[in-house]
């Protein structure tokens, strides 16, 4: 898809509350030269948020347009709406030379994996379970009903660790961006999703208990 020199991809993927987006946030702090994508979505903008800023904002027509005229590198439905990353938006950077950060779901981080094999995926696991729930009630927005919802989806999202390169376990921002740095630099072979050290740090969260 992409020939000559060019820059990385790196997808990141992990269940609701698990800290992603603070992590993304530290990454991108540290290095603005990445470049992180910014998808196409189907769902309303919250309040906080600016189109072409966090999402471009489309409705279903457009966005099923863009699907049919191949413009995303991959797509999925995810709680209800659709979101797709701009194949156009990323290989622009790509090509530039620069890492390109994708911020997305299990779903599409399989579709990237096939089309694109040469990039990173890692997978954002939380300390335990009770540190997720805990975070998950904390953002303050959601009934007692769609918190358990958002849990139960995030114990089952969990369970598509193995389909990452590598695991980084959420415990302390600035640790989890040290070892980020490190896969990047080529030295995360602790966090390799085959290591014993990651193997053994993952069965013993999804054993937590709730
Ligand atoms: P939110 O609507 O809360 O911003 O995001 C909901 C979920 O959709 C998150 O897991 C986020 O990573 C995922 N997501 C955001 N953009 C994309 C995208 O372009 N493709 C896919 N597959 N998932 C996305």
């Not at 702090?29 to 966090?54: A, M, Q, V």
């Not at 376990?169 to 896969?183: L, Q, R, T």
């Amino acid at each position: 898809m992409l020939s000559g020199k060019h820059g990385r991809l790196v997808v990141v993927s992990a269940p609701s509350g698990a800290g992603k987006t603070t992590l993304v946030h530290e990454i991108i702090r540290r290095h603005p030269e990445i470049r992180l994508s910014i998808s196409y979505t189907t769902r309303p903008p919250r309040k906080s948020e600016t189109n072409g800023r966090d999402y471009f904002f489309v409705n279903e027509n457009k966005f099923h347009a863009m699907l049919l005229s191949d413009a995303f590198l991959e797509s999925a439905r995810v709680f209800g709406h659709w979101y797709g990353t701009s194949w156009e938006y990323v290989s622009g950077f790509l090509k530039q030379g620069n890492t390109v950060l994708l911020e997305i779901d299990w779903q599409g981080a399989n579709q990237v994996c096939l089309r694109m094999p040469e990039a990173i995926g890692i997978f954002i696991l939380p300390p335990n379970r009770q540190e997720l729930e805990r975070r998950l009630r904390g953002r303050g927005t959601d009934s007692d009903g769609a918190i358990s919802r958002r849990l139960r989806d995030a114990l089952t999202d969990m369970l598509h660790w193995k389909e990452f390169d590598y695991v980084l376990v959420s415990d302390d921002v600035g640790k989890c961006a040290d070892a980020f740095e490190g896969i990047l630099d080529g030295q995360g072979e602790l966090n390799r999703v085959n290591s014993l050290p990651t193997q053994e740090r993952v069965a013993q969260i999804l054993d937590s208990d709730t």
